[in-house]
C-alpha cells in the first residue's frame, strides 16, 4: 500500500469515529440532561461548597422554567468530596 492511500484511509477513519461516539452520550435523553458537580458540602469548605452547589441549582431552575434547552429539563447531580485531599495535604517528607 502506498503512503497517499493509507492516509486518506486514516483520515477517513478519524472523519467517522466521532459520529460512533454519538450515537449514545450519557446524561442526554429526549426529555433531560443531566449534568454532575463533584463539590464539598462537609468538610473545612463546606461554606464554599453548598453556596456554589445552591448557585448552581438556581441557575437551573432558572433555565428549566424558561422550557429548559431545545425542550430538555436541566438535572444537576451534586457529590460531596467532604474536602478530602489525600496525597496534597500530606507534610513533605524531611
Known amino acids: 500500500m502506498n503512503p497517499r492511500g493509507l492516509v486518506v484511509r486514516w483520515l477517513a477513519l478519524c472523519a467517522l ?3 460512533v461516539g454519538m450515537a ?6 429526549d426529555k433531560e440532561i443531566v ?3 463533584y463539590s464539598d458540602l462537609s468538610g473545612i469548605g463546606a461554606s464554599w461548597g453548598s453556596a456554589s452547589a445552591n ?3 438556581l441557575r437551573f431552575d432558572e433555565v428549566n422554567a424558561r422550557g ?12 460531596d468530596h467532604a474536602t478530602r485531599c489525600r496525597a496534597r495535604c500530606r507534610p513533605s517528607p524531611s
Not at 24 to 29: I, L, T
Not at 68 to 78: A, D, Q
Open 35 to 37: 449534568l454532575g458537580s
Open 55 to 57: 448557585a448552581m441549582r
Open 17 to 19: 469515529l466521532p459520529s
Open 24 to 29: 449514545q452520550v450519557r446524561g442526554v435523553s
Open 68 to 79: 429548559g434547552i431545545h425542550g430538555r429539563r436541566l438535572r444537576l447531580v451534586v457529590e
